[in-house]
């Protein structure tokens, strides 16, 4: 019998906060960020995805969790529970980890690395859902949104891999990455132990001709799947 690896919580608050309270969490936690690579040998990748059901009053939240490179599924887990948060720009995450933290704890194999559909540092505060749930989890995370939240960037070129930094004033804080000639690019930033250039690999490594990473796509379909037609 496989046994059951319980991801540990390295920092903690409550959820039961108020939107100004959550960004005084976020301005708190962004110190704990992690931003240059304390990572060793990948194994497995894992994929987050949140979804919303009965207008907004359950959380239906998906990990799954991949070989890597070879990008298999190993294994997934989806948990429902009532949402806890209002939906707040920037503050996502505390609508959307309370799920994921649950879905975590269920896994028999943790991954070495969870790819996020959402922001990491390209945040206001420098603490979107990656950043938040890799500091609360110490594991390795990043961000890979589908829209950007704050920042501007030079034109991307068409090729595969091609990418041009996101950023705020000064401040380069992600990558706006072409996943796949064609299409939209995604926006890729750190989420904790990571630097932005492994980030940048590691996103390229997971996508296999699509815009999104395997581990994105694997997620969303068991997010967005009623519990009787989850594969």
Not at 15 to 36: F, Y
């Amino acid at each position: 019998m496989a046994l059951r690896v319980t991801v540990k919580i390295s920092a903690h608050h409550s959820w039961n906060v108020t939107p100004a309270e959550a960004k005084a969490i976020q301005d708190t936690l962004r110190g704990e960020v992690i931003t240059e690579d304390r990572l060793g040998p990948v194994q497995f990748v894992g994929g987050v995805d949140v979804a919303f059901e009965a207008n907004g009053r359950i959380t239906r939240a998906a990990v799954a969790v991949l070989t890597y490179p070879a990008l298999e599924l190993h294994e997934y887990v989806a948990t429902r529970q009532p949402t806890c948060f209002p939906y707040v720009p920037g503050l996502l995450s505390f609508r959307e980890i309370p799920a994921v933290l649950e879905a975590l704890q269920r896994l028999k194999q943790l991954p070495t690395l969870i790819l996020c559909d959402g922001q990491g540092y390209a945040h206001p505060r420098r603490f979107g859902l990656a950043c938040h749930l890799g500091v609360l989890t110490g594991m390795i995370s990043i961000g890979v949104a589908k829209t950007r939240l704050v920042g501007c960037h030079e034109p991307v070129s068409d090729e595969r891999g091609a990418w041009q930094p996101l950023r705020d004033k000064d401040e380069i804080i992600g990558a706006v990455l072409r996943t796949r000639a064609g299409v939209k690019p995604v926006y890729v930033s750190i989420g904790h132990r990571v630097c932005l250039e492994t980030a940048i690999a590691l996103v390229m490594a997971c996508t296999k001709g699509f815009r999104l990473p395997e581990t994105t796509r694997w997620a969303h379909r068991l997010a967005s799947a009623r519990p009787t037609t989850v594969p």
